[in-house]
């Protein structure tokens, strides 16, 4: 990344954009410390926390989705937040198979706590399936789902509609709305125009690893520099999103 900075508040939704191979999954991985930057810093709730490895990050409120969801096929779709839940690590193997009072409660905690994800991305249904029984649209909100078990105030999200029918994106939008209507704040990467047009307040532009341009949709869709530079002859599209 080149001098790229950028600012998301509580329950916003920014939109990052751009070609293949502009830098929008390495600004990711830069915040979330998957790769180390080189200079600058990184801010999240007024501490500065360039330093701290990525299980530190998501302990301070810090969650991200992969392009690629991961699933265990042994669990139940319940059981695949459960053991995202920072509560669980602290449950130790003999506590569990022995299942002594306070265990009980906490794993009682624990499950309700899941199943609340699970609700925000509209699965509470599909709790005791199998992920193998889940559609790719509910397996992609399963991994958002997993991502909120953190408790997060920031989830970056890589491309949550990636492979989905048109039906299926507005689902996913409305999802990302009742996220942000809770305050957490959103950073999301689509190569869906439309999606990102409908749900952002702002757009983060990017070019090989430098900003282009950061406004509203309103001043993005209208830059002649983005439209030339990103979309040729398909420009006029582009100025005709809704």
Not at 16 to 32: D, E, Q, R
Not at 60 to 75: I, K, S, V, W
Not at 153 to 179: M, T, Y
Request: some cysteine; aromatic content about 4%.
């Amino acid at each position: 990344m080149d001098r790229v900075s950028l600012r998301v508040g509580s329950g916003e939704i920014m939109g990052i954009m751009g070609p293949n191979g502009a830098g929008k999954t390495t600004l990711f991985n830069s915040i979330t410390r998957f790769v180390r930057i080189q200079r600058g810093r990184i801010w999240l709730k007024d501490h500065d926390v360039t330093d701290l490895l990525p299980h530190q990050l998501v302990s301070r409120g810090l969650a991200r989705t992969f392009q690629n969801t991961r699933l265990f096929d042994r669990l139940t779709v319940l059981e695949n937040i459960m053991v995202a839940l920072p509560e669980n690590h602290h449950i130790g193997m003999w506590q569990g198979v022995v299942g002594l009072g306070p265990t009980r409660r906490r794993l009682r905690r624990i499950r309700d706590r899941a199943r609340e994800c699970l609700e925000q991305v509209g699965l509470g249904p599909r709790a005791e399936q199998w992920p193998g029984t889940l559609d790719y649209r509910e397996q992609r909100l399963l991994g958002v789902a997993r991502a909120l078990a953190s408790t997060p105030d920031v989830l970056l999200l890589d491309e949550p509609s990636s492979g989905l029918s048109p039906g299926e994106r507005e689902q996913v939008a409305e999802v990302l709305r009742a996220i942000s209507g809770r305050g957490v704040a959103l950073l999301v990467i689509e190569h869906d125009i439309g999606l990102l047009l409908r749900v952002a307040r702002r757009l983060l532009v990017l070019d090989q690893g430098r900003k282009v341009i950061e406004g509203t949709p309103e001043e993005v869709r209208g830059d002649r520099g983005v439209i030339e530079a990103y979309f040729g002859e398909k420009g006029q599209q582009w100025l005709n999103w809704k």
